[in-house]
């Protein structure tokens, strides 16, 4: 059976489709810019002047191409704000590294080399504030009496000796803090200080990772104070 012979408009509409279409397949990509507005213009010139395409229907191909293009914009814009916030997480991570990050922790670890630092935190005014320290065994080894204290975040030093002035060895000791709140024992939350020996970038753009110097790591949104 004969092919149908199509009048010219027709043929020469379905001619920039077929272009359009191998050009797609060649490529292995989506309908881009050029080509929707190539095939968008070969339609108009040859629609029959009888029978033009409505004006609806032309704003929603037009609408749709618009929606297709802003996307790709966005895209792009996204992926730049990306770059320049991962840019920005570098510099500030460099900022960080040998500064000590103060977080949630029951653990104090010494090295033998100096203080280490310990926290409480006490949501009122308490009297009796006493620091036990645990060696890892769980015996304890110390107690810092550090009396009446106000309300808010307690420092306190330890220098690794036990409760005869012998320095103990390397490592993580636990401690818990109690104190005396309108006459009832209570136990305080804690926190632990640590070096930060490097920053560990997130490719996502997500919160940097820091590595500590007792070997752990931490989210920085889970750190209460960089000193």
């Known amino acids: 059976m004969d092919k149908p012979i199509l009048p010219p408009e027709l043929q020469a509409l379905s001619a920039a489709s077929r272009h359009a279409e191998q050009k797609q397949k060649t490529n292995n990509e989506e309908l881009g810019q050029s080509q929707f507005l190539e095939l968008m213009i070969t339609q ?84 009796n504030v006493r620091v036990q320290i645990q060696s890892p065994a769980g015996q304890p080894v110390r107690e810092l009496t550090l009396g009446q204290q106000p309300a808010g975040m307690l420092r306190f030093t330890w220098d690794g000796t036990d409760a005869n002035g012998a320095a103990l060895p390397p490592g ?25 020996d490097s920053v560990t970038l997130n490719r996502d753009g997500g919160a940097p990772t820091l590595n500590l110097a007792n070997r752990e790591q931490t989210p920085l949104a889970q750190v209460r104070e960089i000193r």
């Open 44 to 127: 108009l010139q040859n629609q029959d002047p009888m029978k033009p395409m409505e004006s609806g229907e032309f704003l929603g191909q037009m609408a749709q191409f618009s929606t297709v293009n802003g996307i790709a914009e966005l895209q792009k814009s996204v992926t730049a704000m990306t770059e320049a916030l991962q840019s920005s997480q570098a510099l500030q991570a460099s900022t960080l590294v040998g500064r000590f990050a103060v977080m949630e922790s029951s653990t104090l670890t010494t090295t033998g080399t100096g203080d280490v630092a310990g926290f409480a935190e006490l949501g009122q005014a308490a009297g």
């Open 172 to 196: 993580n000791y636990q401690f818990v803090v109690e104190a005396e709140v309108e006459g009832t024992t209570e136990r305080l939350g804690t926190f632990a200080e640590q070096r930060i």
